[in-house]
């Protein structure tokens, strides 16, 4: 008989355990399907959410309202390419001009002042509290000396023409760190300096091309720039864009004029000063030295004299012609004949008190100017009594003035 209590032998069924296995190997790729399902939703659904909420402004991500600050400027950030920074240069130069001031009350320094960075300082400070909104300093001046460091190759061709030490961004950024509004002077012609060996810019004799001097070598005689030469031609342009590119909201041009030509001295000279439309090159140059402002951002003026007005000697105004639509009128009333003609009128000027001298004298030249010409006073203060100047500046304002310059 067969042994029915011993042991039972078990026998593993291989089909069973093939069955198994595949089993957990289905839940494990069912696993990573899902996860990689989520993390696929996350990636595609996060934005979306971002758009929809910033579109309904019900989103939570925070915007960063700190205050933008320049970033701080090292070697290694100022050492872009050269192909970047040709790309950027159209883009950067139009984000970096500024409109010029509509209206200001300005102060005009000496020259003195911009000798050195401690006498400008402190000319600003004695500026300062005395309720000027400007500061007017002369770049150029009268006879072609230049109060600051300039570039331009001809003008450092001249012996002694720059006297200057400080740039021009320099002396922009004090008058700016000061409270005031910034504005320069240059004088475009009234310029004696002898520019290379040629003279570069002068008139010149039309027999032999030699330059023509305002009097004989024995008695002093000078070179003057003229506006018919390409030189002097560039020679404004240059120094109108270094000027307006360091930061001066306004340039006040000044000296755009003729010698005071003798007969001879049109002979000498030919056809080009003896035409009566010769004063086009004032016209001329004056756009030119505007347009490199303008194209800076700056504002440019031309200052005339309001007795060369009155007397129509004043070649360079012609309101209708100009395309420099501001003119800073000098009112110098000691420069001013006792009579003039006002609106067609033969006017007593020394029977009127200096308040209604101002406003009858001012008030011409704006009649003349037409209204399309914005008429700055230029008032030189050594030319009154304390009351006078008090009346002269209330005429001013009465009579609509919105700026004004002091010297």
Same mark, same amino acid.
């Given at each position: 008989?067969?042994?029915?209590?011993?042991?039972?032998?078990?026998?593993?069924?291989?089909?069973?355990?093939?069955?198994?296995?595949?089993?957990?190997?289905?839940?494990?790729?069912?696993?990573?399907?899902?996860?990689?399902?989520?993390?696929?939703?996350?990636?595609?659904?996060?934005?979306?959410?971002?758009?929809?909420?910033?579109?309904?402004?019900?989103?939570?991500?925070?915007?960063?309202?700190?205050?933008?600050?320049?970033?701080?400027?090292?070697?290694?950030?100022?050492?872009?390419?050269?192909?970047?920074?040709?790309?950027?240069?159209?883009?950067?130069?139009?984000?970096?001009?500024?409109?010029?001031?509509?209206?200001?009350?300005?102060?005009?320094?000496?020259?003195? /002042?911009?000798?050195? *960075?401690?006498?400008?300082?402190? %000319?600003? @400070?004695?500026?300062?509290?005395? $309720?000027?909104? =400007?500061? &007017?300093?002369?770049?150029?001046?009268?006879?072609?000396?230049?109060?600051?460091?300039? /570039?331009?190759?001809? *003008?450092?061709?001249?012996?002694? %023409?720059? @006297?200057?030490?400080?740039?021009? $961004?320099?002396? =922009?950024? &004090?008058?700016?760190?000061?409270?005031?509004?910034?504005?320069?002077?240059?004088?475009?012609?009234?310029?004696?300096?002898?520019?290379?060996?040629?003279?570069?810019?002068?008139?010149?004799?039309?027999?032999?091309?030699?330059?023509?001097?305002?009097?004989?070598?024995?008695?002093?005689?000078?070179?003057?720039?003229?506006?018919?030469?390409?030189?002097?031609?560039?020679?404004?342009?240059?120094?109108?864009?270094?000027?307006?590119?360091?930061?001066?909201?306004?340039?006040?041009?000044?000296?755009?004029?003729?010698?005071?030509?003798?007969?001879?001295?049109?002979?000498?000279?030919?056809?080009?000063?003896?035409?009566?439309?010769?004063?086009?090159?004032?016209?001329?140059?004056?756009?030119?030295?505007?347009?490199?402002?303008?194209?800076?951002?700056?504002?440019?003026?031309?200052?005339?004299?309001?007795?060369?007005?009155?007397?129509?000697?004043?070649?360079?105004?012609?309101?209708?012609?100009?395309?420099?639509?501001?003119?800073?009128?000098?009112?110098?009333?000691?420069?001013?004949?006792?009579?003039?003609?006002?609106?067609?009128?033969?006017?007593?000027?020394?029977?009127?008190?200096?308040?209604?001298?101002?406003?009858?004298?001012?008030?011409?030249?704006?009649?003349?100017?037409?209204?399309?010409?914005?008429?700055?006073?230029?008032?030189?203060?050594?030319?009154?009594?304390?009351?006078?100047?008090?009346?002269?500046?209330?005429?001013?304002?009465?009579?609509?003035?919105?700026?004004?310059?002091?010297?």
């Amino acid at each position: 008989m067969a042994n029915r209590g011993g042991r039972k032998v078990y026998r593993t069924n291989t089909n069973y355990r093939k069955k198994k296995t595949q089993k957990a190997f289905k839940v494990i790729l069912l696993i990573i399907f899902l996860a990689a399902l989520v993390f696929v939703g996350y990636s595609i659904g996060q934005p979306i959410y971002e758009y929809i909420a910033d579109r309904n402004g019900t989103g939570t991500v925070e915007e960063d309202t700190r205050p933008w600050t320049p970033p701080v400027q090292t070697e290694e950030n100022n050492a872009v390419s050269e192909t970047t920074q040709e790309e950027t240069s159209v883009t950067e130069k139009e984000e970096e001009k500024i409109p010029a001031a509509a209206s200001f009350s300005a102060l005009q320094l000496t020259a003195d /002042a911009l000798s050195s *960075a401690e006498k400008l300082n402190a %000319a600003l @400070s004695n500026a300062k509290g005395s $309720g000027y909104t =400007a500061v &007017m300093v002369t770049l150029k001046a009268e006879g072609g000396k230049i109060y600051y460091n300039t /570039a331009s190759q001809m *003008a450092l061709s001249a012996e002694n %023409a720059v @006297s200057g030490t400080m740039y021009a $961004g320099q002396i =922009a950024s &004090m008058i700016k760190q000061a409270g005031f509004i910034p504005v320069a002077e240059v004088n475009l012609l009234e310029d004696n300096n002898r520019y290379g060996e040629s003279k570069s810019g002068s008139y010149r004799f039309a027999s032999d091309d030699s330059t023509w001097l305002d009097n004989s070598v024995a008695k002093g005689g000078k070179p003057w720039l003229s506006p018919f030469d390409t030189d002097t031609q560039s020679f404004a342009e240059f120094l109108s864009n270094e000027i307006s590119g360091a930061g001066f909201e306004y340039i006040v041009f000044d000296g755009v004029v003729f010698p005071a030509f003798r007969n001879s001295d049109l002979n000498y000279i030919g056809d080009i000063v003896k035409s009566a439309d010769r004063y086009k090159a004032l016209l001329d140059i004056a756009d030119i030295a505007a347009k490199a402002a303008e194209a800076n951002g700056s504002a440019a003026a031309l200052r005339i004299s309001a007795g060369d007005i009155l007397k129509g000697t004043a070649e360079v105004f012609k309101p209708s012609e100009l395309t420099v639509k501001i003119i800073c009128v000098e009112y110098f009333p000691n420069d001013i004949e006792k009579t003039a003609l006002i609106n067609g009128k033969e006017t007593d000027l020394s029977a009127l008190t200096a308040k209604d001298k101002a406003q009858t004298v001012l008030g011409e030249v704006k009649r003349l100017a037409g209204g399309d010409v914005k008429i700055i006073p230029v008032i030189r203060q050594n030319d009154f009594s304390q009351e006078d100047f008090n009346e002269v500046i209330s005429a001013l304002i009465d009579g609509g003035c919105d700026s004004y310059v002091i010297v």
